[in-house]
DNA sequence: GATTCTTATTAAACTAGTTTAATAAATATC
DNA sequence: GATATTTATTAAACTAGTTTAATAAGAATC
């Protein structure tokens, strides 16, 4: 759990006894590429930390797939949507190649935010993070074009034009696989 | 300040002793309309309550403005992207209606969620507050036209299209003037 | 290695926006 | 109350995407 250990402590200071009393609720569990950690209509408790995979976090809407989110290594993740309103999912997490994750169910997260208000704070914190990304995120919906999100994909998460299939990437960039090949093709007659 | 009060207690319970603690470091502000909060190239150092009146926070990228939110009566606002990094602003924070505010400085807000457990919980569970309502404006961005986006405005917020002008509208709906008025007039022609 | 299935590209017709410019309507100012 | 200024609408030409359908390319399976 070094990783967890290192990714909690780049956000806050957290003594030794804290982190112990905290990492001792997360479980290790495993999932095989097509497998599901959550489907719509149910309830999401765990809070999950990304050792190894990728996990595609997406609704299907009228038939048509919406990736919203592809968490990779590093990453926390949950359908934090739901979870923080404790409301059924909308949403598929599903496992896109085989994944080692690490959860946390949402009563030990309390329990440790109880205990320890280090680890509160990380709560906090890790709030704002994601605050941060999601701004972002918002600014290039509205403010870039589709040609320049694609771009900017594919500088910052080089990887995962590797990893995921093409027409993936399109309903993540809220484009149909033919509006990304013709980017693509427009890009390449520039050069 | 029984509103901010309120609604601070709307959120997690917050013992009196610590409420009390809390709202000292909050001082009453007043905004003429046309009068700024923030300018781009300022560091902003204050968390806002709004109380009365209506803050347009936006951006100006190569001459055309981007409305972002419109803060009125209840909201807690800041440029939370510049203030969590404590990154200079792109952002104005400009009074498009005589306001009062209650704000916290940054340095005041730690000494609170130092001093309190309660109130740093508050802060976690608003920034929580802040990822639903970003979250659902990321779906709306990728999954709503613009006509349906300006019907769910249209909803959701009546009272701004009392008190704000629509060519801002329109930039808050990520839309020309010009596109906006297509889309009213095709509504209208519907009906 | 041929066949099947999945994924990516291309073409054609269409759509909802854009820009620029002119005009109309509403508001503020003298 | 006339004039100037700001805001909203309309028109015309254009653009970047859409949908549907056909085709091509790549990967998996027998």
Chains 1, 2 share one sequence.
Do not use: W
Not at 24 to 46: C, E, M, S, V
Request: with cysteine; glycine share 4%; net charge positive.
């Amino acid at each position: 759990m070094e990783e967890l250990k290192k990714t909690i402590r780049s956000f806050t200071d957290v003594s030794d006894s804290d982190m112990e009393f905290g990492l001792q609720f997360f479980k290790k569990k495993t999932y095989k590429k097509g497998t599901f950690l959550l489907k719509p209509d149910q309830y999401i408790d765990d809070f999950y930390f990304m050792k190894k995979g990728c996990v595609s976090y997406y609704t299907i809407d009228a038939g048509t797939t919406r990736v919203m989110e592809f968490f990779s290594e590093g990453y926390f993740f949950t359908d934090l949507y739901a979870y923080i309103q404790e409301i059924p999912s909308e949403s598929y997490l599903e496992a896109i190649e085989d994944s080692t994750v690490y959860a946390i169910s949402k009563a030990d997260q309390l329990k440790v935010f109880d205990h320890s208000h280090q680890l509160e704070r990380f709560g906090r914190l890790s709030m704002q993070r994601t605050f941060v990304i999601n701004f972002q995120r918002i600014n290039q919906l509205r403010n870039l074009s589709n040609q320049e999100r694609y771009l900017q994909l594919l500088e910052k998460r080089p990887s995962l034009f590797q990893r995921v299939p093409q027409y993936l990437i399109a309903s993540y960039l809220g484009l149909t696989p033919v509006g990304l090949s013709k980017i693509r093709k427009r890009l390449s007659e520039k050069r």
